[in-house]
Each structure stands twice: as C-alpha cells, then as structure tokens.
T-cell receptor, first 112, second 110 residues
Framework: DGGITQSPKYLFRKEGQNVTLSCEQN?????MYWYRQDPGQGLRLIYYSQIVNDFQKGDIAEGYSVSREKKESFPLTVTSAQKNPTAFYLC???????????FGDGTRLSIL | RKEVEQDPGPFNVPEGATVAFNCTYSNSASQSFFWYRQDCRKEPKLLMSVYSSGNEDGRFTAQLNRASQYISLLIRDSKLSDSATYLC???????????FGPGTRLSVLP
C-alpha cells in the first residue's frame, strides 16, 4: 500500500542528545514537510522540502535539522539545541499544485 | 492577524444536530483549501477539498467565498463518530506551503 511511514512511534531523548525521526514515503511525492504539534495546539511548520537536495526553514526551525538525499526520505534531527522538544511530530507529503497533504501517523518525543 | 483563523470552540452538540464551522484566511493569493479532521493523539486526515463552487460529500458540505476570504464546513445529522478537531487548511501555490488553522473541536453527545 502507498503511504507515509514514520518511525519510531515513541521516542525518548536524554538531555544533550540528538535524536533522528524517520519519514519515508512511497507515494512519489516531490514535497515533504515536518510539523510539530503541542497538546491542544495547531500544527507548526519546522522544515519543508520541495525537491531532492533542497529544503527550507519553516516557522520554528531552530534546534532542528533535516536532509533530503532521496525523494522518498526526509529525516528530522532534533538537536540538543532544542530545549523543549517534547511534542507530537508529524511528517507529510504532497505533489505539486493544488493537491492536499497526506500525513504519517506521527512520532511522540519525550524527554527522559 | 493570524493567517488562518477558526471558530474557537469547543462545540458540544447532540446527535443528529447540524453544526457549522467557519474559517477565515488573510492571504488573498491562497489558491487551494481543505478541511482535515484530527482525532485525539492521531494524525490529521483529509476530510474534503473545498472548491469554488462549493462541494458536498454525504453529510458534509464545504463552501468557499473568495471575496470574503471565508471557508465553511457544514455537518448534517451529526454522529458520535464525528467527534474530532476540524482543521481548516489553506495553500498558497506560490509558496507551496500549507497553512493550518488552530482547529475547532467538536463533541457530539448521545
């Protein structure tokens, strides 16, 4: 089945540690996105990529990094510089034009 | 002013009720519009795209008013399973970015 796979579902980070969240899609979508959602809040854009080897910062990129070496994959690293990383992280993808986004089922990150 | 604003909610309605959600957007260059639903602790899922002429999918009707920069979602004959947060999403085709409203929570009560 085509879709977006995020892993792991739950992740725990120690102080000072970098962690990487995986996002893979087999929908042949060009654009991929990372969002953060805090409890009771809306989605905030962290990074997005419209094409391989290119990505742009969203509204809250500080403390995060991404790469887009393959069309299918858009991993997000939460660095130790992100002082409040506890949140629900959502990856999405879309084709160009007026088509909607499709989401993975998310990763919940907590601090140990 | 926020780019996308929605009714603050929550909406608590009895089963069978009709409920309407409103959404306004500030970017007049926005070209594509969507409603998503998000269940508690789950990812958003596309409910329906919103077309200029308005569109209907079963009990759900979406309307777009470009002049007023306003989108609506009407749910008829509410079911318990309609309980969720409804997200209004606007896309600017120049920036290729999706802008999410904060969501409106709906609880359908037995």
């Amino acid at each position: 089945d085509g879709g977006i796979t995020q892993s792991p579902k739950y992740l725990f980070r120690k102080e000072g540690q970098n962690v990487t969240l995986s996002c893979e899609q087999n929908l042949n979508h060009d654009a991929m996105y990372w969002y953060r959602q805090d409890p009771g809040q809306g989605l905030r854009l962290i990074y997005y990529s419209q094409i391989v080897n290119d990505f742009q910062k969203g509204d809250i990129a500080e403390g995060y990094s991404v790469s887009r070496e393959k069309k299918e994959s858009f991993p997000l690293t939460v660095t130790s510089a992100q002082k409040n990383p506890t949140a629900f992280y959502l990856c999405a993808s879309s084709i160009a034009g007026g088509e909607p986004q499709h989401f993975g089922d998310g990763t919940r990150l907590s601090i140990l | 002013r926020k780019e996308v604003e929605q009714d603050p909610g929550p909406f608590n309605v009895p089963e069978g009720a009709t409920v309407a959600f409103n959404c306004t957007y500030s970017n007049s260059a926005s070209q594509s519009f969507f409603w998503y639903r998000q269940d508690c602790r789950k990812e958003p899922k596309l409910l329906m795209s919103v077309y200029s002429s308005g569109n209907e999918d079963g009990r759900f009707t979406a309307q777009l008013n470009r002049a007023s920069q306003y989108i609506s979602l009407l749910i008829r004959d509410s079911k318990l399973s309609d309980s969720a947060t409804y997200l209004c999403v606007v896309k600017d085709n120049y920036g290729q970015n999706f802008v999410f409203g904060p969501g409106t929570r709906l609880s359908v009560l037995p």
